[in-house]
Each structure stands twice: as structure tokens, then as C-alpha cells.
């Protein structure tokens, strides 16, 4: 469980602003057009925020030429290079469904100012998640080097392995081939030539 954990906390982005819903923000997300990839940005007013942790998702509603445009983006997805809080708004509520009816200036809400202490307190919810963010990225990197060295040490064991084994018997010389044939020839040459009666026996046997 703290593993899963550490691998989502990874992935999250640390350098995000604080944001809540009436803020106006700029959504600066990568656009691909055919072969090409750029970076579209999308101002607005955050009309709602949604799940949390990795899957956290904000709508934001803006009005072009009098039309208005909701769009929701993965805040902690690769796609989006980075969110900027241009101003706050004073907000009692979680979700504002009510700028769908509303046009003009009247879908703007009145600016929040943030007092010294909110200020500190972002600074300080900014460098924990920076911290928790190299510290999973400390054990992200320690998990590789020990299978690294699972890896290494395996390899060198299969090697001591393969020079303790006995070397495969020489096998037998044959003889060259010349020498064969000539023994061959040889055998062959005795047994083809005829074999001659002694003397003797042939006057022996001769008719008196």
C-alpha cells in the first residue's frame, strides 16, 4: 500500500498553485494538430472542482464572443504544462452552476485578497509536496539500483557457474586420410596378385 503511494505521489505535480473554485486561471495545455504539437491556453473562471489526489479535474467556464465554453482538465496530467491563478474570487460555494445563467459582468466574481498568513501558508503546503515528491523520487531510484544489483549478482553467480564445469573430452585423432588410402591400397594389392606353386611340388606332380 505504501508503495502505491509512493508510485501516485511521484507522478503528482508539486509546482502547482493553490487553486479554488471562482479563481480565474490559465490553463496552458498541449494541443497535437497533425504532426505538430503546440501549447493552447484557456482562460477562465474555475466553476468546480472534482475528485482528488491524482484524479483531480477542475471545469473552467470562460465566454467567447458570447458564448460560454466549459472545458475540464486532468490537473495533474502530462498534457498540461502548467496552471496559473490569475486572480481570486470570492466563493461561498463548491460548484458554480449559477455563471451558466449569468452574462457580462455579473459572471464575474468579486477578488479575493489573500492576507500574510494564507501567503505563508501556500509557501509552506508548496515545499511539503516538493519534499514528499524527492522523496518518492529517492525511492523510485534505490528500487532500481537493488535490481540492479539483483541482476549483476545473478550474472556473475551463472558465470562461476559455467568455468567450474569440466571441459568436454577431446575427441579421438583420426587418422589422416592419405595414410588410410595407402594402407587400402596396399591390402588390395596382396590379395590380387598370385600366389606361385614351389618348384618342387610342380615336378612332383609332372606325368613320368
Same mark, same amino acid.
Given at each position: ?6 508510485? !501516485? ?5 508539486? &509546482? ?6 471562482? &479563481? ?8 497535437? %494538430? ?22 483531480? +479535474? ?8 458570447? @458564448?460560454?465554453? %466549459? ?20 466563493? +461561498? ?26 501567503? *505563508?501558508? +501556500? %509557501? ?6 516538493? /519534499? ?28 562461476? @557457474?559455467? *568455468? ?8 579421438? /585423432? ?8 595407402? @594402407?587400402?591400397?596396399?591390402?588390395? !594389392? ?19
Amino acid at each position: 500500500m505504501d508503495l502505491i503511494r509512493t508510485l !501516485t505521489n511521484a507522478q503528482m505535480k508539486s &509546482d502547482l498553485p493553490e487553486i479554488k473554485t471562482g &479563481d480565474t486561471v490559465k490553463v496552458s495545455a498541449k494541443v497535437v %494538430e497533425g504532426n505538430r504539437e503546440r501549447i493552447q491556453v484557456f482562460e477562465g473562471t474555475v466553476m468546480r472542482l472534482r475528485g482528488g489526489g491524482l484524479g483531480l +479535474n477542475i471545469t473552467v467556464r470562460r465566454i467567447a464572443s458570447g @458564448v460560454g465554453v %466549459e472545458r475540464t482538465f486532468k490537473v495533474h496530467s502530462p498534457r498540461i504544462e502548467k496552471i496559473e491563478v490569475v486572480r481570486h474570487g470570492v466563493s +461561498n460555494r463548491a460548484q458554480l452552476y449559477f455563471l451558466r445563467d449569468r452574462v457580462g459582468k455579473q459572471s464575474s466574481l468579486r477578488e479575493r485578497r489573500d492576507s500574510a498568513t494564507d501567503i *505563508a501558508k +501556500n %509557501e509552506v503546503k508548496a515545499a511539503a509536496k516538493k /519534499a514528499i515528491k524527492d522523496e518518492a523520487d529517492a525511492v523510485i531510484a534505490a528500487a532500481a539500483a537493488a535490481v540492479a544489483a539483483e541482476e549483476a549478482a545473478a550474472a556473475a553467480t551463472a558465470a562461476e @557457474v559455467v *568455468a567450474e564445469a569440466p571441459a568436454a573430452e577431446a575427441p579421438i /585423432a583420426e587418422a589422416p586420410a592419405a595414410e588410410v588410402a595407402e @594402407v587400402t591400397a596396399e591390402v588390395a !594389392t596382396e590379395e590380387s596378385a598370385p600366389v606361385d606353386a614351389p618348384a618342387a611340388e610342380a615336378s612332383e606332380k609332372a606325368p613320368e
